[in-house]
């Protein structure tokens, strides 16, 4: 009798202890699912880098940024804030019209997303998406949280609005990087094949830095045999490689 209590508790111990190990896979599983999706660099054996800027359009640095960009023949993705978009609907244009990417940043650019609610994330996406839909005429499948601030919630609506959610490989504006050769300095050497590489073409004074660190980035890449391309062209680069 005692022994058949032994082996009752034993398999009630067994038991227990498997469906504690179920919850915390449950629990974790999908952090890992939704993080693995996010992209902050595509997996390829191509030198090839894409470059990207936040908060903009700005009146001054954008149309900066844009010059130096056609000098070396360089197209990047630009994730745009809604209302920034709307106070300088020309500049917006003019970044498409020289074949670069228009992406979505959200309309009011919030502090920290994670803490909106389901709705307010939307109606940042949404009014993002109708303000790029009626300045470019077509619909923008890129998505980036500001200042990279997501958890499941973001990265699902983000999802369902049709959205590929894009982060980075390495930001040139870091605390460790005062100046543009620095900046540069910081892009090179955290670079990898496939990378994607932040800075900023609007929100504060200081994106001077990054006007002129694009420049220096742009020839110090160059010089170690990588190529620009866009986000959606490294996508398709990294869809090539599965």
């Known amino acids: 009798m005692l022994k058949h209590l032994g082996n009752v508790r034993t398999i009630f111990e067994l038991a227990l202890m498997v469906a504690v190990i179920v919850l915390i896979v449950n629990r974790v599983a999908p952090e890992v699912v939704w993080r693995e999706s ?33 000098k070396y023949h360089v197209k990047a993705t630009f ?28 309309y009011t650019h919030p502090r920290d997303i994670e803490l909106d609610t389901q709705a307010q994330v939307i109606r940042e996406l949404d009014q993002c998406e109708m303000t790029i839909e009626k300045l470019t005429g077509s619909r923008a499948h ?10 499941g919630s973001v990265f699902t ?32 050497d955290h ?15 200081m994106r001077w830095k990054d006007v002129r660190a694009t420049k220096l980035i742009i020839e110090a890449l160059r010089k170690e045999g990588y190529r620009f391309v866009t986000v959606p062209e490294l996508l398709k680069i990294g869809a090539k490689n599965r």
């Not at 890129?142 to 958890?151: A, I, S, W």
């Not at 959610?165 to 300095?185: F, N, Q, R, S």
């Not at 670079?191 to 004074?205: E, S």
């Open 191 to 205: 670079i990898r094949r496939g990378g994607i590489i932040l800075a900023h073409d609007g929100a504060f004074p």
């Open 38 to 70: 996010v992209i902050s660099r595509v997996p390829t054996d191509q030198k090839v880098v894409a470059l990207t800027y936040d908060d903009g359009p700005h009146p001054v640095f954008t149309p900066e940024i844009l010059d130096i960009l056609d």
């Open 79 to 106: 994730f745009m804030i809604g209302k920034q978009m709307e106070e300088h609907p020309d500049i917006v244009r003019e970044v498409l019209k020289r074949g670069n990417v228009i992406a979505n940043h959200t």
């Open 142 to 151: 890129l998505f980036r949280p500001p200042r990279g601030m997501m958890d």
């Open 157 to 188: 609506i983000a999802k369902e609005e049709g959205y590929q959610t894009i982060l980075w490989t390495v930001c040139a504006d870091h605390h460790d990087a005062p100046t543009p050769e620095l900046m540069a300095k910081r892009v090179v």
